[in-house]
């Protein structure tokens, strides 16, 4: 069973970036999808970037296209989501997904906050 914990999260004025990591643990790492989302207050969680298993694809939602960019280090089991130029509205919990259907995990969520 695949375990997830992000950290990198906090407090940052506009402008200014942040990096979120998502530690895994588990088998077959390797064979996984790896996707941030992300949930205002008040919103439903929405999709934010993933990085496919195999060939590295990556997908970006139109909101953080050119500001944020989704790496993963499969020898250190650990995704990265660099966030740049952050603005208010980019601000709610953000959550680790990992997919190798039917298999799924979630990682407990880390809090960013952009606000002056």
């Known amino acids: 069973q695949v375990q997830l914990v992000e950290s990198g999260g906090g407090l940052v004025q506009p402008g200014n970036s942040l990096r979120l990591s998502c530690a895994a643990s588990?088998?077959?790492?390797?064979?996984?999808?790896f996707g941030w989302f992300r949930q205002a207050e008040g919103k439903e969680r929405e999709g934010v970037s993933c990085?496919?298993?195999?060939?590295?694809?990556?997908y970006y939602a139109d909101s953080v296209k050119g500001r944020f960019t989704i790496s993963r280090d499969n020898a250190k089991n650990t995704v990265y989501l660099q966030m740049n130029s952050l603005k208010p509205e980019d601000t709610g919990t953000y959550f680790c997904?990992?997919?190798?259907?039917?298999?799924?995990?979630w990682g407990q969520g880390t809090q960013v906050t952009v606000s002056s």
């Open positions: 997904n990992a997919v190798d259907r039917p298999y799924y995990a």
């Open positions: 588990g088998p077959s790492l390797n064979h996984y999808s």
């Open positions: 990085i496919s298993a195999s060939d590295r694809r990556t």
